[in-house]
């Protein structure tokens, strides 16, 4: 079992940065891939980026050359660093991480609100 437990949300204008967090625990080794899932109000839950073992990285088109995917390994976080926000950000951001070592099982975090007003 892995437990993901995001933070950094917030409310921000457009423009701005914020940085969210995702603490794992438990079987962290089972983990590969990790990534933020974001979900708007009446809308599906979408990639936003996607971060491997290994540092390979990718992003949606909506975000690049904006937001930042990274992850300490020996501290088992991951981060996204988003700059320059906009009002069509604003979503409910998920941590995941998938375990392709132990079952293939895929782990989601609560969620966290990021809310950027005009």
């Known amino acids: 079992q892995v437990q993901l437990v995001e933070s950094g949300g917030g409310l921000v204008r457009a423009g701005g940065s914020l940085r969210l967090s995702c603490a794992a625990s438990?079987?962290?080794?089972?983990?590969?891939?990790m990534g933020w899932f974001r979900q708007a109000p009446g809308k599906e839950r979408e990639l936003v980026a996607i971060?491997?073992?290994?540092?390979?990285?990718n992003y949606t088109d909506s975000v690049k050359g904006r937001f930042s995917i990274s992850r300490d390994n020996a501290k088992n976080t991951l981060y996204l660093r988003m700059n320059s926000l906009k009002p069509e950000d604003t979503a409910v951001y998920y941590c995941?991480?998938?375990?392709?070592?132990?079952?293939?099982?895929?782990?989601w975090g609560q969620g966290t609100q990021v809310t950027v007003s005009s």
């Open positions: 971060i491997t073992t290994g540092g390979s990285t």
């Open positions: 438990g079987d962290t080794f089972c983990i590969f891939t």
């Open positions: 995941y991480a998938d375990s392709p070592l132990c079952g293939g099982y895929d782990y």
